[in-house]
């Protein structure tokens, strides 16, 4: 029997179960935009890896199982491309750029200008700038460490994740005011643009207050992209290495020698601004507030920072491979906490996929939050267990259980420089300080990316360093303030 429906045609297999719609005329969307989290969760445990929600008039298929998702984003990727009414719902903010085209051939052009953005040659002129622009970071916690003062650390991670990559890939340009300005116009911007996403361009983003102001934000965000590319391309040198990634996007040639429009320099711009911030400064505040829920392992990773830095910053990149221990922190956080809870493609064949029938044309949702909460897939899955991440783990693991950076052909292109930013400033930070919790972990929700209700507020501390006695000392290990 089993032999006879591997040969079986696509037909003659069902369709995945049908949700049952909460509301008349808006089907599940109501639920998915009040609990996208929850909502996936209970799916998966009432109907298994695979079903079909409705929102509105549309339909998408939820694919929470491993094996399919491998089979999609992996073996299958061609044919399985992101979706035009998705990507067309983030477009107003990333344009047409890398992280957003949907035909194969655009994208493997757009590609081939965004993959010199993180040659290994400009993660290394960018190593040394973002060292820098960490220490100036560290500066405002020892303003707060003095004052005592709870800090939402959410918001202190967003506008320092922000300024740090402002001044490693877009180096000059902006003022301390601009930037304020630029950080507070993409929070507002990511309403209008998570409204989109979520319901998939549904009408009901335009009743909601903040997403029509996040409108209004972005409109004025493109204004200062604009003027950035203007008076770059007015100063760039003919013939000068390039100093950044705007640099890069400027004097990049097309086939027949023309140069990117300034529409297309843009889309990238804001891409990499918006994927370089959002994400690594959300995931960084989940790392903190599991450190502080787990000392034990922050002990752990304050040891792995003292025995390759001391004091010292970090210098090349021989120091980030050697700080293991804190990348592993970093990647567990991003596994409880996936920044992107929703990855969307599109079938452009008729298939099977989890024991069920893929029509041509099917929008495909999968849950990185709830892949990577499943209990068939991890052991022990709501524990902070930063081992799981040691390369003979990651080894034993299902390739497709793990899906921060989401995977295969269209896998996130930033990756290198976002575990790098976030490596350094955890280590950094770690140096001289411990961030404690106030109260319990908040929970989590889905504004775009996946961030803390409420923020996460902690107390900044100065660390003490164990220095143990030298030879010939007796007594307990001399307690030393980090400067």
Partial sequence: MLEAKEK?????FSRPPRVRATIPMLGNAISMLGDPLGFSTRIRQDYGNIARVSL???EIVFLQGADGIRQILWEKGDVYPKPDLGMATLEPLLGKSVATLTDNAAWEHARKFALPLFTAKMLKSYFMEAVVSVEREIEELHKLADSGEIVDIYEFMHEATFRVLIRTVFRVGFSDEQIREMINLF??????INARYLTLGMPVTWVIPTARRGKRALERLNELVYKLIGERKCT???????ADMLDVLLRAELPDGSRLSDKEVRDNC???LFGGHETTAGSLTWTWGLLSANPEKRRLMEKNVDNVLGKRVPEDFADLESLDYVRNCFSEAMRLYPMFGFLFREASIDDIVEGHRIKSG???AFSAYTVQHAPDLWDQPERFIPERHEPAAAKERHKSSYLPFSQGKRGCVGERMAKMEATLMLAMISQKFELDLVGELPQARVRMSVKPVGGMLMRVKRRQLNIR??????GQSVQVPLP
């Fill in 187 to 192: 929070d507002q911007a990511t309403s209008y």
């Fill in 362 to 364: 099917d929008i495909i």
């Fill in 270 to 272: 804001m891409t990499m």
């Fill in 236 to 242: 760039l040198q003919t013939g000068a290495e390039s």
């Fill in 469 to 474: 006695p030298s030879a010939g000392q007796t």
């Fill in 56 to 58: 509105g008039r549309k």
């Fill in 8 to 12: 079986s045609h696509p037909t003659d």
